[in-house]
């Protein structure tokens, strides 16, 4: 199932012990691995991820759309840029952090309406940027790797 393997690192998997010989089996595995088949990739890599509250506020760098201050996550909402009383929907396209005052202040609005102008433009993670927006503990050379998937325009370069 492997089409290719790279990376730096290299891992010591242990399994379990055949009976009969007591050996313990082992697998070694690159940190990036590529399974045959463009199936998995198709469906793994060119979909639209999950939009969650911890992946909206990472995309958006814990920043209010509004005020465009730095927050805890505690202290941020997911905004509907269109209310959904307005026919807003809950999509990357439609929501961005926004700090609790700012939130309130806008209301049941659009931006226009509040007198309110957005800092920055929401947009659609690739799969690429979801893996690191994810939080997952990500080697070097993996960050190096999926860094390359990442447009150029991301703000995840601009870190």
Same mark, same amino acid.
């Given at each position: 199932?492997?089409?290719?393997?790279?990376?730096?690192?290299?891992?010591?998997?242990?399994?379990?012990?055949? %009976?009969?010989?007591?050996?313990?089996? /082992?697998?070694?595995?690159?940190?990036?691995?590529?399974? @045959? !088949?463009?199936?998995?990739?198709?469906?793994?890599?060119?979909?639209?991820?999950?939009?969650?509250?911890?992946?909206?506020?990472?995309?958006?760098?814990?920043?209010?759309?509004?005020?465009? %201050?730095?927050?805890?996550?505690?202290? /941020?909402?997911?905004?509907?840029?269109?209310?959904?009383? @307005? !026919?807003?929907?809950?999509?990357?396209?439609?929501?961005?952090?926004?700090?609790?005052a700012c939130n309130h202040r806008k209301a049941d609005r659009t931006p226009e309406a509040a007198?309110?102008?957005?800092?920055?433009?929401?947009?659609?993670?690739?799969?690429?940027?979801?893996?690191?927006?994810?939080?997952?503990?990500?080697?070097?050379?993996?960050?190096?790797?999926?860094?390359?998937?990442?447009?150029r325009n991301s703000r995840l370069h601009l870190s």
């Amino acid at each position: 199932m492997i089409a290719w393997a790279t990376g730096t690192n290299e891992f010591l998997l242990r399994g379990g012990r055949q %009976r009969a010989t007591g050996i313990q089996s /082992l697998i070694r595995a690159n940190s990036i691995i590529a399974i @045959k !088949g463009k199936d998995y990739i198709v469906r793994n890599f060119d979909h639209v991820p999950m939009l969650t509250k911890d992946m909206l506020l990472a995309r958006d760098r814990h920043i209010c759309a509004y005020c465009a %201050r730095r927050f805890k996550a505690a202290e /941020l909402d997911m905004e509907h840029i269109q209310p959904r009383s @307005k !026919g807003g929907e809950d999509s990357w396209m439609n929501l961005v952090a926004a700090c609790k005052a700012c939130n309130h202040r806008k209301a049941d609005r659009t931006p226009e309406a509040a007198g309110m102008k957005l800092h920055y433009v929401p947009y659609v993670p690739n799969r690429y940027e979801a893996f690191i927006l994810s939080n997952r503990k990500i080697l070097a050379d993996q960050m190096e790797f999926l860094l390359q998937g990442v447009p150029r325009n991301s703000r995840l370069h601009l870190s």
